[in-house]
């Protein structure tokens, strides 16, 4: 272990999340999309030269869990010069799914490469079969505009050609272009905060704390891992379907834990689909990352070196680790979340108190895109909603939040219905879907939609059909349900569509409570 000042260690620690903060301050400040500036979908942190976290805010767990693939993707592609910034979207080069377009600056010190600053942050349009790009597709290619690592600045010098081009494959252009610019400027308040700390305090001791809070990281995750019983573990859960077949998707881990390492393999998961539910690597690895992390309860950095105890197994053309061309938009944000349920079912076993029930396990995603004649233009918007958490062995779950993959706030109705052609009729909690238990699971959410204009609406959401399980004798959450009203009409609706809608139609979405956790008495 390399020698190191407790106190400084700790400084640094706080040091760099504060950049990242920081970053993510100034991208919410100056976007333009309610998806990026209320609702905060987006990711800021802080890379060594070899592409590997050391640093990162407290924002979304699926996007940075992915992003040091993408940096090291750029790292094989891209010669970065000073000046330098690189945005990619490109789920097979550690991209999420294409709304999240990932900004990539480098940090060059005494003319040599030393550090990376990027962001991630989820676009409400980027092209596609329909508004908010989000489609029931059956191939990549038909979700939107793919962006391979691209220097979109170059040398200090903004590539308005590239910028360009962008623009003119998505639905809002105007917006889009506010939102670049906003990463743009979070990368650059990231850079300029780190070449402020290296001016104060030395390149050479800025190098070891990035290495050693990686090591502290590793060593507290080892020790965490120590503390679940040697053993092999196994959960299976289902997806309701992948939007295109009506047919159940298996996702099953097995954990060997054995000593300070654990193996997860999925092999068993079901081989990827043809819908749009494909999860990538880094998507899986982000999964995993997130349920080792949570079970660590002193406040330590999240960086790659958490990887380093973690031993994944993904058989290629899983629906876990999928293979161009597979539709990816649903494996993000759906995926995810089955991936972290079975996690914690199979980590229930084996330390029953530390594990709660499942949460809503779904995102609920909606998006939705016309014209409106309001305001003369054209409209894309994109949102999650929230539902119930699972309920755990000393506390009940909590209501109408979001949980797990997804760390993101509620867009508050004003700013909504001052952007879009509708109104919100109702918002609440969705009373008695939560599970039975000694300790309750957590209500879900009712949201309706009314159009004034006509629309086309895509939903992907998950727990229509399989409920979020309780745990140890807890009974399980109200499973979800998507609702259309139309002109007197109640229509059911798949968990997974994409509709037509017309003005006065209504969209409801009442989303899963949690499970329970333990008998009730």
């Known amino acids: 272990m390399l020698e190191f000042d407790p106190i400084e260690l700790e400084l640094f620690k706080n040091i760099f999340v504060s950049i990242s903060e920081e970053m993510g301050a100034v991208l919410g400040r100056t976007s333009l999309s309610p998806n990026i500036k209320e609702r905060k979908d987006f990711s800021c942190a802080l890379f060594n030269q070899k592409g590997e976290t050391f ?53 060059f010190i005494s003319k040599k490469l030393a550090f990376f600053v990027a962001n991630r942050a989820h676009h409400s349009d980027v092209g596609g079969m329909t508004p908010g790009s989000m489609p029931l597709a059956t191939e990549i290619y038909q979700e939107g505009l793919i962006i391979p690592p691209l220097k979109i600045i170059q040398k200090g010098k903004l590539n308005n050609y590239l910028l360009n081009f962008i623009l003119a494959n998505v639905r809002t252009p105007d917006e889009r272009k506010g939102d670049l610019l906003a990463q743009i400027a979070a990368n650059n308040k990231g850079k300029q905060r780190l070449e402020e ?57 097995k954990l060997n834990v054995k000593k300070d390492e654990v193996l997860i393999d999925f092999s068993s998961s079901s081989p990827q689909v043809e819908g749009g539910v494909n999860a990538n690597f880094a998507v899986t690895c982000s999964a995993v990352l997130y349920v080792f992390r949570s079970l660590i309860e002193e406040d330590i950095p999240f960086n790659t070196g958490l990887m380093k105890p973690l031993k994944i197994k993904v058989p290629l053309g899983s629906i876990l680790n999928a293979q161009s061309p597979a539709a990816t938009a649903g494996g993000n944000v759906e995926t995810s979340q089955r991936i972290v349920d079975v996690l914690l079912g199979a980590l229930s076993q084996a ?59 509620n867009t508050p109705l004003e700013a909504l219905e001052n952007y879009l052609p509708l109104k919100i009729n109702r918002y609440c909690l969705r009373r008695g879907s939560g599970g039975e238990g000694r300790n309750k699971g957590g209500e879900g959410i009712i949201r309706e939609y009314e159009f004034f204009v006509p629309a086309q609406a895509t939903i992907i959401s998950e727990r229509r059909k399989f409920s979020p399980f309780g745990a140890h004798g807890g009974g399980k959450g109200k499973k979800g349900k998507n609702t259309l009203l139309s002109k007197g009409k109640k229509i059911a609706l798949n968990s997974k569509v994409n509709i037509k809608v017309l003005p006065g139609d209504v969209l409801r979405i009442e989303t899963p409570g949690g499970g329970g956790y333990g008998k009730k008495k």
């Open 351 to 409: 330390i029953p108190e530390k594990i709660p029930a499942a949460s809503s396990g779904t995102m609920n995603n909606v998006a939705f895109g016309g014209y409106d004649p309001f305001r003369k233009r054209t409209f894309a918007y994109y949102e999650t909603i929230g539902g119930g958490m699972g309920g755990s062995f000393d506390s009940p779950g909590l209501s109408g939040v979001h949980t797990h993959m997804t760390n993101s706030l």
């Open 55 to 107: 640093a990162q805010g407290s924002h979304i767990p699926v996007h940075l869990g992915a992003m040091p693939l993408s940096v090291q993707a750029c790292l094989k592609a891209i010669n970065f010069d000073d000046g330098d910034l690189v945005i990619l979207n490109d789920p097979y080069r550690g991209g999420t799914h294409l709304p999240d377009i990932t900004c990539i600056s480098p940090v």
């Open 197 to 253: 700390i290296i001016k104060k305090y030395g390149l050479k001791k800025i190098l070891h704390y990035t290495h050693l809070i990686q090591i502290y990281s590793e060593r507290i995750l080892r020790e965490t891992i120590k503390d679940i019983p040697d053993g092999t573990y196994a959960f299976t859960d289902y997806m309701d379907d992948d939007g295109i077949r009506n047919k159940p998707i298996k996702i099953a881990v």
